[in-house]
């Protein structure tokens, strides 16, 4: 076994929300031409029938106002509009269009779906994917919204469900946390606090309650050694009300603000690199759940039929992946500028099946696309961990400063207030991290996820 994977005691998922692949990372490719991104030449016709460009010109907010659709009808605008061929071939032209068609009727608006963010940008995420691995092919799990790409990432599957319904109680599979628990294993969910909640696993409350914690619990444990051999976090989903002022969204989902999300990944991966122990012991995915309807260029590929009857709606057999989203693994046993090349499919059943292949083993109650999905684990190829500064030390987001002006003292005085690592106190320029630093919620509160107030929009 090589040494890395070895000595790999934690594995960590970030879940974001509703970002292509192109619209975060494809302006990489003129750093490493091995990563397939974007150069300008990708278009896509707008509803005049003149070709809308891709160019590096996102903004972190106020570009995605409406929200734009990325439920199963949306998406498949998206891939097949232009396709002439019976059966239909997969086009990725209608992104333009399905903004235009079903959201709004502003042609120039519409256009803005094609900006993609410059690697300067996006500081935190653009270092992490240079400094570590980034995936050239994972995609959401199916072309649909939210919800069931993320039961996919808990389950290994959405049990024939492309939409968002949230009933998963006595499924026929188990949710990976509870498979942890049942090999004698350690795992938690740990969500922002109970304003935000947790997306798509409330229902586990019934049965695991244990299986929660907050963010707060998240830097605890970091801090004291004490996280459990699989994690996965989950941001901020709303702006809301905290003891020292507001937390502001910080999942990216549109038209949240990107930077504020860039504060919340680079607190997490400071968390785990701020306990020199834990980090040469852990890996971190980054990954995103589905594509929220920005555009993308690689076409979704097959994948490994899932066992359940088509959608009674659309009729989809979940033989096909959902539209390629950003994906950066991080760990010191990782080389510098990995690229997993495009020959390697993964989709968020990799989740799952990585953390079973590591610490469960065989196992064979599970579905046939978590069983035939790619793992990670072997990128941690190196002999020995990395010995380095950290590779975030000194990176802020500058072009977010005016967002809070304040920021700097807010997150000084609460992290003094909490004792948080000194490594996610560092750089209080980047005005998201205080994030980092939100108050903590009543010990007697941790287990006790709350509904989301809206799925609509997800």
């Not at 504060?263 to 890996?283: H, P, T």
């Not at 059943?349 to 469960?360: L, Q």
């Not at 304040?406 to 207030?417: I, K, S, V, Y």
Request: with cysteine; proline share 9%; aromatic share 10%.
């Amino acid at each position: 076994m090589p040494e890395g994977l070895d000595n790999l005691k934690h594995i960590v998922v970030l879940m974001m929300e509703n970002r292509s692949f192109d619209h975060m990372l494809g302006y990489l490719k003129a750093q490493d031409p091995r990563i397939d991104g974007v150069d300008g030449t990708q278009t896509n016709p707008d509803p005049n029938g003149t070709q809308a460009p891709v160019q590096p010109l996102a903004a972190p907010q106020g570009q995605l106002d409406p929200d734009p659709g990325h439920h199963f009808e949306d998406v498949d605008i998206q891939l097949f509009y232009g396709s002439q061929t019976n059966p239909r071939q997969v086009t990725m032209g209608g992104f333009v269009q399905a903004y235009y068609q079903v959201k709004l009727k502003n042609v120039e608006k519409a256009r803005q779906l094609m900006y993609c963010f410059s690697p300067d940008k996006l500081p935190v995420l653009a270092t992490l994917a240079r400094k570590y691995a980034v995936f050239n092919a994972w995609f959401s799990s199916l072309p649909g919204p939210t919800i069931p790409n993320r039961v996919f990432a808990h389950f290994g599957t959405s049990f024939g469900k492309v939409d968002n319904s949230l009933f998963y109680i006595n499924a026929k599979y188990h949710t990976i946390y509870e498979r942890m628990v049942d090999a004698g294993r350690t795992a938690k969910i740990y969500y922002f606090d109970d304003s935000s909640s947790t997306i798509a696993l409330a229902f586990l409350l019934l049965k695991q309650p244990k299986l929660f914690g907050t963010f707060d619990d998240f830097l605890h444990d970091c801090k004291s050694g004490k996280l459990p051999d699989y994690s996965f976090v989950e941001p901020n989903y709303k702006d809301h009300e905290v003891e020292d002022g507001m937390a502001e969204e910080s999942d990216q989902h549109p038209d949240g603000n990107v930077h504020v999300g860039e504060g919340f990944i680079k607190a997490v991966y400071q968390a785990i690199r701020s306990n020199q122990q834990l980090w040469e012991s852990s890996a971190l995915l980054i990954v995103y759940d589905e594509h929220g309807g920005i555009y993308d260029h690689v076409p979704p590929p097959a994948c490994t039929p899932d066992e359940f009857p088509p959608d009674p709606v659309f009729g989809f057999k979940f033989d096909r992946l959902g539209v390629r989203v950003p994906a950066v693994l991080v760990s010191p046993w990782i080389p510098e500028g990995t690229v997993v090349l495009s020959d390697r499919v993964f989709d968020h059943a990799s989740i799952p099946a990585s953390v079973t292949k590591k610490f469960i083993g065989a196992f064979d109650n599970r579905s046939p696309r978590e069983k035939s999905a790619d793992t990670f684990l072997d990128l941690l190829s190196l002999g020995a961990p990395r010995k380095e500064p950290d590779v975030l030390q000194g990176v802020s987001n500058p072009h977010a400063a005016a967002f809070f002006p304040d920021a700097a003292a807010r997150l000084a005085g609460a992290a003094a207030a909490r004792n948080v690592p000194g490594t996610l106190v560092g750089d209080i320029q980047a005005v998201a991290d205080i994030h980092a630093a939100a108050p903590a919620v009543a010990r007697s509160q941790h287990f006790r996820p709350l509904p989301m107030d809206s799925l609509a929009s997800r």
